[in-house]
């Protein structure tokens, strides 16, 4: 069984991760080291924290890369499952941990390459498909 | 050790979260978290009034960054909600969450670097201002009291108040950047940084900079009429008179 890894950038109970793993056990860990170094004050933390109580989700604290595998350990977990996300940081723990990455689907499938020099550049690749959508 | 799941009300989770994170300064958000909350003020949002009035400090705006931030709402399914509406800036908005979060996948750490040279000519402190929220400015010192009360500010605010911090009084945009993560409750290096780096000018071709007519238009005159700068306002100019003041040497001038 595998274990679903949430971290704060997907804090959603329809999460590709849920979806894919309904019956999957999920963790989230408080990254005691990124805290000190970001200087969160109490509203961004009391904020995640009342998202987290709303997902059948562990909390700890600590280094998530110790963490979800003891926790996984302890549940009977040998993967880990988790949602792509830009962050660089979650992103190299998610591959110490070599977890599966689950990608939500877009906000809007684009052909061909982007170009993101400039705002005006990738409305005008996108703004058909988004008004085509509504 | 599993960290604690049942509270009776949000004085006792605050209670266990500063027994908790003792570093974490301050109160809880009026901004509560969770998937209720987010359907709530999606419900309550008047999209039809947001292209009109979504400049003004007490216009129709959504306030759903924070939880979009966090993924507990996607830009999908806002969009979805708002299906066969003709909500074209609201839409806009909405994607350039999407273009920011593009970006960010493809820099990464360099989010923190200026993604091209600024086009001010002018030299930067990488510190804060020691009067940070104590100018007696009255409307930078309401934007840094609310940041720091609720977490939260209008965008235009934001845009006024780093334009204010960067060009006014050159600070690097990193340093105001860092400071509006510590507190955002939809804090995103992606969408915060690279907002931070468009008023600068290192994301753009000039820099943003406003004038006290144009804040005092949005705010409705809130701050102005009580200031105890209004007769010696750094903003009171036009912009042709701020533009040569603040940057001497920009080199398209």
């Known amino acids: 069984m595998k274990l679903i890894w949430v971290h704060a950038d997907c804090l959603h109970r329809q999460s590709p991760a849920y979806e894919a793993y309904p019956d999957s056990p999920s963790v989230f860990v408080w990254d005691d080291a990124a805290l000190a170094s970001n200087q969160w004050s109490m509203k961004r933390i009391g904020f995640i924290y009342e998202c987290l109580l709303d997902l059948p989700v562990t909390i700890r604290r600590g280094d998530p890369l110790a963490e979800v595998p003891r926790y996984a350990t302890e549940v009977g977990c040998t993967e880990i499952v988790t949602v792509g996300t830009p962050d660089p940081h979650l992103q190299k723990q998610a591959a110490v941990m070599k977890a599966e990455i689950l990608t939500p689907e877009p906000f809007v499938e684009v052909k061909g390459r982007l170009d993101l020099a400039r705002f005006s550049r990738y409305w005008r690749k996108v703004e058909s498909a988004l008004i085509e959508s509504k | 050790m599993n960290m604690r799941k049942d509270f009776a009300d949000r004085s006792e989770l605050l209670a266990y979260l500063r027994e908790q994170f003792p570093m974490a300064s301050g109160e809880l958000s009026p901004f509560v978290g969770g998937r209720a909350a987010a359907e709530e003020r999606l419900a309550n949002f ?140 939809d804090g995103d290096a992606a969408s915060n940084n690279l907002s931070w780096q468009w008023v600068a000018s290192t994301f753009s071709h000039k820099p943003y900079f406003f004038n006290r007519e144009n804040l005092e238009r949005y705010t409705e005159g809130r701050y102005c009429r009580a200031c105890a700068r209004r007769d010696d306002c750094p903003f009171d100019k036009s912009y042709e008179q701020l533009g040569d003041e603040l940057f001497p040497r920009m080199e398209y001038r």
Not at chain 2, 59 to 69: A, C, N, Q
Request: glycine fraction near 8%; proline fraction near 3%; charged fraction near 20%.
């Open chain 2, 46 to 185: 008047n999209a039809n009034r947001y292209g009109a009035t979504r400049n003004f400090l007490n216009g129709s705006v959504s306030r759903l960054s924070p939880y979009i931030r966090h993924g507990v709402i996607t830009l999908r399914e806002v969009l979805q909600k708002f299906a066969g509406r003709k909500l074209d800036k609201f839409v806009q908005e909405l994607a350039w969450r999407d273009y920011w979060q593009r970006i960010y996948a493809e820099i990464g750490d360099g989010i923190w670097q200026d993604r091209e040279p600024a086009k001010t000519g002018v030299t930067y402190s990488p510190n804060l201002p020691a009067d940070l929220g104590k100018t007696s400015l009255a409307c930078m010192d309401a934007f840094a009291a609310e940041l720091e009360a609720t977490g939260y500010l209008h965008n235009h605010a934001r845009m006024w108040f780093s334009a204010y911090l960067i060009h006014w009084r050159r600070v690097a945009w990193q340093a105001g950047a860092r400071w509006f993560l510590h507190h955002l409750v």
